[in-house]
T-cell receptor
Framework: GAGVSQSPRYKVAKRGQDVALRCDPI?????LFWYQQALGQGPEFLTY????????KSGLPSDRFFAERPEGSVSTLKIQRTQQEDSAVYLC?????????????FGAGSRLTVL | DAKTTQPPSMDCAEGRAANLPCNHS???????VYWYRQIHSQGPQYIIH???NNETNEMASLIITEDRKSSTLILPHATLRDTAVYYC?????????????FGQGTTLQVKP
């Protein structure tokens, strides 16, 4: 596609529910990134994929957060047993490769509200 | 990755140039300087990036000092639609995931 597509755009969950957020990167982009952005803060890195391989998951805040990209294209970020502190915008970005000269293109984000 | 320092907020008059400074005194030789902006309720939007030389595109100009310890993003004729949070980021050039580490950014308010 022309850009990075994320769904759903808005998700409301009750505390304790599991949620799944989807990211469709730009076609052909090898690298895929997930970020979490709390209200009033800059985006914070969660995890990185190169094709289907998850090469960096150092930013995942707890073992309740899980990300996958099984076929090297679409990625899903799953949050189990959601807590109120998980309320944030979850951003996905893709780039042609992971090299520093390649631009990251971001999606519009998925806004998660945990009640 | 090197850290960046930006002023938390700036104002600019519509039609005038907006000059947004960024300090990155610990930048390494292979780290690029990237600028993104984020308009309310949207994802970060790429503006420009550079390694050593000054760069210009249809959106902005990037001026990097010779020692590479600071840079300035220039929006030549700011409009009300340029009101946003602007992030200055340094990113490793190779052999890395190339992830962007965002700071707090500069909130630019363009006023009529």
């Amino acid at each position: 596609g022309a850009g990075v597509s994320q769904s759903p755009r808005y998700k409301v969950a009750k505390r304790g529910q599991d949620v799944a957020l989807r990211c469709d990167p730009i076609s052909g982009h090898v690298s895929l990134f997930w970020y979490q952005q709390a209200l009033g803060q800059g985006p914070e890195f969660l995890t990185y994929f190169q094709n289907e391989a998850q090469l960096d998951k150092s930013g995942l805040p707890s073992d309740r957060f899980f990300a996958e990209r099984p076929e090297g294209s679409v990625s899903t970020l799953k949050i189990q047993r959601t807590q109120q502190e998980d309320s944030a915008v979850y951003l996905c970005a893709s780039s042609l490769t992971g090299a520093g000269a390649n631009v990251l293109t971001f999606g519009a984000g998925s806004r998660l509200t945990v009640l | 990755d090197a850290k960046t320092t930006q002023p938390p907020s700036m104002d600019c008059a519509e039609g005038r140039a907006a000059n947004l400074p960024c300090n990155h005194s610990t930048i390494s030789g292979n780290e690029y300087v990237y600028w993104y902006r984020q308009i309310h309720s949207q994802g970060p939007q790429y503006i420009i990036h550079g390694l050593k030389n000054n760069e210009t595109n249809e959106m902005a100009s990037l001026i990097i000092t010779e020692d590479r310890k600071s840079s300035t993003l220039i929006l030549p004729h700011a409009t009300l639609r340029d009101t946003a949070v602007y992030y200055c980021i340094v990113r490793v050039g190779s052999g890395n995931t190339g992830k962007l580490i965002f700071g707090q950014g500069t909130t630019l308010q363009v006023k009529p």
